[in-house]
């Protein structure tokens, strides 16, 4: 298999169950190691240069099936752990990315709540705004739409619009149309090939 993802692009992945596209994922998040070849990134001046599993991962986002979500704490202190634990800017006090993340994805009134007693639409979101409290440059979200509503996954997809206006590169596994704006796509389970559409209705 060999893929190119650019810089302000959403590349989907998609395929049967058991195509390979958590495997995928999970390996350019440095969980796995790949068995042969590289996962390489290249710079703004088009040269390519190998990066380290760990110099990759430390510039992705990795959000899986799982939320990520510790039940016995508040919606805000599970963001304000994954501020501390991920990093990110720091000339913005997490509390203030916290907050942002919180009103993006529409936790606010929630922010005291503990998580555990949140649907798990509102768990999933909790999850996802994890984006939002640390700046890195690498979506990589598997599913990221199970569990949310119609206007969550609007939401999820601006944001992702967002992300991506901004340089931002997404890598998602998906079975389901995620609202994005002529997205890329990689087909796994038969011969890989990437496609482009005008919308989001696959390939």
């Known amino acids: 298999m060999s893929f190119t993802a650019k ?23 440095g969980f796995i190691a ?19 599993d760990r110099n990759l991962s430390e510039q992705c986002h990795y959000v899986g ?10 919606a ?5 752990f994954w501020g501390e634990y991920l990093g990110g800017d720091e000339t913005e006090p997490i509390a203030d990315r916290v907050v942002d993340a919180l009103s993006d994805f529409g936790l606010s009134r929630l922010a005291d709540y503990p998580a555990g007693l949140l649907s798990a639409g509102q768990k ?13 440059p690498i979506w990589l979200l598997d599913e990221p739409t199970v569990s949310l509503d119609a206007a969550s996954t609007e939401l999820l997809a601006r944001l992702i619009q967002r992300h991506l206006a ?10 389901l149309p995620l609202g994005l704006e002529q997205p ?7 011969a890989p090939e990437t496609a482009s559409s005008a919308n989001d209705g696959g390939p």
């Open 7 to 29: 810089a302000g692009e959403a590349l989907l992945l998609v395929g049967p169950n058991g195509a390979g596209k958590t495997t995928l994922i999970r390996t350019i998040a």
């Open 34 to 52: 790949p068995s042969a070849g590289t996962i390489s990134l290249t710079d703004d001046a088009d040269t390519k240069a190998e990066s380290s």
């Open 65 to 74: 099936h799982l939320t990520g979500v510790k039940a016995n704490l508040t």
């Open 76 to 80: 805000e202190q599970n963001l304000t």
């Open 124 to 136: 999933r979101r909790l999850g996802l705004a994890r984006l939002r409290v640390a700046t890195r």
């Open 166 to 175: 901004n340089n931002g590169l997404v890598i998602a596994a998906t079975h």
């Open 184 to 190: 890329a796509y990689l087909r796994l389970g038969s």
